[in-house]
């Protein structure tokens, strides 16, 4: 899918969990100083950051096939190699990294397991490729209550569900068909407070990805009818959101 947003607007709604999730996934990963990294869909560059934090921006590349997500994350973080290019078709030489992570991405690639065959390919032997997605079909997201307020307006809509990756175990499962060992295959989660519901309600008005998409094909009307669903399924005052990825990591042969 492609996301014909500002960096700014991608911010404001996903990076609120992104951000928080960056550091667990780097963990998992096991990224530490004197690697050398790439982001896959790296978008403005949440994950990009935490791996220059870990092992300085001259060890990190990034690849993003978005032209103003990629400006965004090169002046952001100036000393990363920023390229324009998908997943499918990484710039990079057989070998060139110590790991190669993939941050709430696999699921939008065009094909899921060109793209993890990639970041096997441009990973040296022994090292790391790892990818996690929301738990969409699990109603563990950070947009579950979005879709299940959609969902009993509407229930023929398309809630991300059937994305891959997004159901158990289905991650683990491309890994295997790109390739992978199967290897480790666990969960992150993240907690975010916001102040109030329309601090929440508010990034899905922005236009990104297939929620924001979806309420912009709405009437004002429907707008407004999803918006009080929204807020009768959540609690009056600060809204608390747990999000929950899938995540699978793998050494490669």
Known sequence: MSFNVSAGAYLRFMGQYSEPL???????????????????GCGPGALTAELASRVGVASVSAAEP???????????????????????????????????LAQLVVHFMA????????MRRVTRPGGMVAACVWDHAGGRGPLA???????????????????AGVREGHLASLFTQ??????????????????????WWEPFTLGVGPAGAYVASLTPDHRTA???????????GPVEITATAWAATSRTI
């Open 145 to 163: 209550a979005f879709w299940s307020a959609v969902r009993q307006l509407d229930p023929a809509a398309d809630d991300e569900s059937g994305l």
């Open 111 to 118: 094909d899921p397991v060109q793209g993890l065959r990639e």
């Open 178 to 199: 790109a390739g992978l060992n199967r290897g480790a295959a666990t969960t992150l989660t993240v907690r975010v407070r916001h102040a109030s519901f329309d601090d």
């Open 22 to 40: 960056a550091p667990r996934f780097a963990d998992l990963a096991g990224i530490g100083n004197g690697q050398r990294v790439l982001d896959v």
């Open 226 to 236: 999803l918006r009080d669903q929204c807020r009768r399924l959540l609690p009056v």
């Open 66 to 100: 978005s032209a103003s997500f990629a400006v965004a994350a090169r002046e952001r973080l100036p000393g990363v190699e920023v390229c324009q290019a998908a997943a499918e078709q990484l710039p990079f030489a057989d070998g060139t990294f110590d790991a190669a």
